[in-house]
């Protein structure tokens, strides 16, 4: 059974057309993530919530906005996407303890035109 | 701030042995994981350590040493179905608790 889902798993959008990609859990955790991942690159943290904590990385552009409605759901929104925000947008979530593991979503491929 | 290195890319032939290694530098180790990522796929969990040492789970295995800021992922009876990239991450004290992953090592097992 799927524990985090994202959708869709692929999105197709227009330039600076404003998008929004979703997802969500079953586990209950406390913690859920969004990265960004380029083609043979590592995976970038956008941002991540602890609870209701947000927490933003210094380099994440302001066009990335993010939502977390209640513990289930996290929702990423591209305000403006670029042709340079063409890539594999992964969810994760992990629970309370510092060497819990991430659960990972299946990721949005997110292409712009 | 973090620094991850692992080798680009490695082949190795099914049945035998291969060892993928990671170095960091970073303030406050509270942790290394690695993970699996077949192509156009989510990462999936391998293995953690935070003690220095061998862990190990079937197959796989993993050491780490802290004092010299390295890793290393042990596969054993390399099957076609790992080739796939392996992803060494780590986490810090400084209660940023998400992981920052190094760029990956993408394995080509070969009959």
């Known amino acids: 059974d799927a524990m985090v889902i994202q959708n869709p798993r692929y999105q197709v959008t227009q330039f600076g057309k404003p998008v929004t990609l979703s997802c969500s859990q079953t586990l209950n955790h406390n913690v859920m993530y969004w990265y960004q991942q380029k083609s043979s690159q590592a995976p970038k943290l956008l941002f991540h919530?602890?609870?209701?904590?947000?927490?933003n990385e210094a380099d994440t552009p302001d066009n990335f906005q993010s939502r977390r409605p209640n513990t289930s759901f996290c929702f990423l929104d591209i305000r403006s996407p670029g042709l340079g925000d063409a890539a594999m947008y992964l969810c994760?979530?992990?629970?309370?303890?510092?060497?819990?593991?991430?659960?990972f979503g299946q990721g949005t491929r997110l292409t712009v035109v | 701030g973090q620094n991850i290195d692992q080798p680009t890319e490695m082949t190795a032939t099914e049945g035998a042995i291969v060892q993928i290694n990671c170095t960091y530098q970073?303030?406050?180790?509270?942790?290394l994981f690695w993970y699996q990522q077949h192509a156009g796929e989510a990462p999936t969990f391998l293995s953690y350590?935070?003690?220095?040492g061998l862990e190990e789970k079937g197959r796989f295995s993993s050491f780490l040493s802290r004092s010299k800021g390295y890793s290393y992922l042990l596969l054993k009876e390399l099957q076609m179905k790992d080739s796939a990239s392996y992803l060494c991450?780590?986490?810090?004290?400084?209660?940023?608790?998400?992981?920052?992953f190094g760029s990956g090592t993408r394995l080509q097992v070969q009959p």
């Open positions: 994760a979530t992990s629970g309370r303890g510092e060497s819990t593991e991430a659960f």
């Open positions: 919530y602890y609870d209701k904590d947000f927490n």
């Open positions: 970073t303030s406050g180790f509270n942790g």
């Open positions: 991450a780590v986490t810090e004290h400084t209660g940023r608790r998400a992981l920052t």
């Open positions: 350590n935070v003690l220095d």
